[in-house]
Nanobody
């Protein structure tokens, strides 16, 4: 079964840090782009950061300079280091994989994780 499993969410005070991880599994050979999105209560899901297989990165303006996305292709895992957290960063954070190549299985255009909750208290 192909899946993305996020971890690392939790409760943190303003100014604190968290590191999210997202591990892919299920006969996966490679993933083109991996990214993090978030959805706050009552709001639409929005892009946080993405990273390609060549490690080109893209960030939302709201997180530039505070968040860092990285990936480990050998572990098929993407990370999001979040520093200087603010209450407005509170949301469910979702991992997304695009261009998933699989061994002896159907390739996938995109795949989403189940989400992990990040709560930043003031």
């Amino acid at each position: 079964q192909v899946q993305l499993v996020e971890s690392g969410g939790g409760l943190v005070h303003t100014g604190g840090s968290l590191r999210l991880s997202c591990a892919a599994s299920g006969s996966i050979l490679s993933i083109n782009t991996m990214g993090w999105y978030r959805q706050a209560p009552g709001k639409e899901r929005e892009l946080v950061a993405t990273i390609t297989s060549s490690e080109a990165t893209n960030y939302a303006d709201s997180v530039k300079g505070r968040f860092t996305i990285s990936r480990d292709n050998a572990k098929i895992t993407v990370y999001l280091q979040m520093n200087s957290l603010k209450p407005e960063d509170t949301a469910v954070y979702y991992c997304k994989a695009e261009g998933v190549r699989r061994l002896l299985r159907t390739n996938l255009l995109e795949l989403w994780g189940q989400g992990t909750l990040v709560t930043v208290s003031s």
